[in-house]
């Protein structure tokens, strides 16, 4: 306080604001620096994307801010669980899902996902099943709330250091050979002189961090808390769950070797089976903590059935003398639920959220579905029913 003498305190409280209104400038100069320096960046990754999915640079651009400044680009609704429970979806709005539907098809289509992944990217409940069916013993494995335990780290942890395909850029219709920058970033030659280098392609093996830093920011959202997760009603969730669970694929496939098992996984729900009549403890303990150790993941609803007896019942799906069959009551709430949608469609409530939990809950049945078993009038009364809402869309 002696070096203080002389001056009134309002000399001194002046003095405090400046030397704190300097401090806040000097951190905001950092800050602005930072923000132009990752702009600089993704700038390049952005119209490379945009590119890739056939859209211009600034629509992309102004989905991204939208969703970065939680312009509300998502709504919920609310399905009931079978067991009583409740399932949020959340729905992206128009301009948001057509972005989202790009990025499938023309960016994460090509990646590859693990061993014996069948469901969301490819592949049946019967190519999931069947593997097993000659099997002693199954157990069966439920991933709780799959979605939202897949957070924006897993899925940047894959984009960035996963294996990717190699994509061409073709500027005016013709193809260009790939070239380096001074720090390995893939760009390309046009012409004799001119050099255009995108920070947002590919290095090798994986895609660069500006690039994969857009994906994620497209493709989650803080459904629970501020951790952003992959929302359940994204077309892009399926697809990216099934990349994020490829290192798990992959360690549960070797394991299946060791041990002389099977693996498969339809979407979330894991398959491992044995020859002998009683599944061992030890070997269901290990698959449990491999699901338990890969990031957020909990197994649940774990169960463990004899192959061998007349039927067995998994998924609305029949195993009877090796052959797999829909259940008689799977047969029925599909009808049901064929009906419903069709009472919104003729009563022109398509525009509503009451529609739309319908339709994901038909959607969901038909992913189980076991097409040639199915009555053929059942089935020809969902055909005419998609074709009915897609015309409309």
């Known amino acids: 306080m002696e070096d203080c003498e002389g001056f009134s305190d309002e000399e001194l409280d002046d003095v405090e604001y400046s030397v704190q209104l ?22 390049p990754a952005l119209v490379w994307l945009a590119h890739q999915m056939k859209i211009a640079p600034d629509n992309l651009d102004t989905v991204l801010n939208m969703v970065r400044n939680d312009q509300s680009p998502y709504r919920m609704i609310t399905l009931d669980k079978p067991d009583g429970g409740k399932r949020r979806i959340f729905i992206p709005i128009d301009p948001l899902k057509r972005i989202q539907r790009k990025i499938v098809k023309c960016i994460l289509s090509d990646f590859q996902t693990g061993p014996n992944c069948y469901g969301f990217s490819g592949g049946s409940i019967v190519e999931a099943i069947e593997p097993h069916l000659q099997a002693g013993t199954i157990l069966y494995v439920d991933i709780r709330d799959a979605f939202s335990s897949s957070s924006a780290e897993m899925v940047m ?38 050099r255009l280098v995108f920070e947002g392609m590919l290095r090798e093996g994986r895609m660069s961090w500006s690039a994969a830093r857009i994906i994620v920011d497209l493709t989650t959202y803080p459904v629970i808390g501020s951790t952003c997760v992959l929302p359940q009603g994204a077309p892009t969730s399926p697809w990216l769950f099934d990349m994020v669970c490829k290192k798990l694929d992959e360690k549960l496939t070797a394991f299946a070797q060791k041990v002389g098992g099977k693996y498969t996984r339809y979407a979330d729900n894991i398959f491992f089976s044995m020859d002998q009549d009683e599944f061992p403890n030890p070997v269901k303990n290990a698959v449990l903590r491999m699901i338990r150790m890969y990031g957020r993941f909990r197994p649940h609803k774990i169960r463990v059935r004899r192959m061998t007896k007349g039927a067995v019942k998994l998924l609305g799906l029949n195993v009877i003398e090796g052959q797999i069959h829909n259940t008689r009551e799977f047969k029925r709430r599909l009808r049901l639920a064929i009906h419903h949608v ?13 529609f739309d939990t319908a339709w994901h809950k038909l959607q969901g049945l038909m992913a189980f579905a076991r097409i040639d078993t199915l009555p053929p009038k059942l089935l020809e009364s969902y055909y005419e029913l998609e074709d009915r809402i897609f015309k409309i869309n």
């Open 22 to 43: 300097a401090a806040e400038n000097e951190e905001f100069e950092w800050r602005l620096q930072r923000e132009i320096q990752r702009k600089r960046k993704e700038i």
């Open 342 to 354: 069709e009472w919104f469609l003729n009563n022109r409530l398509k525009d509503t959220p009451e």
């Open 157 to 194: 942890s894959y984009l960035t250091e996963g294996r990717v395909p190699t994509f061409r850029y073709d500027y005016n219709g013709k193809s260009w050979p790939y070239c380096y920058d001074e720090d390995g970033e893939r760009g390309l030659h046009y012409g004799s002189t001119r």
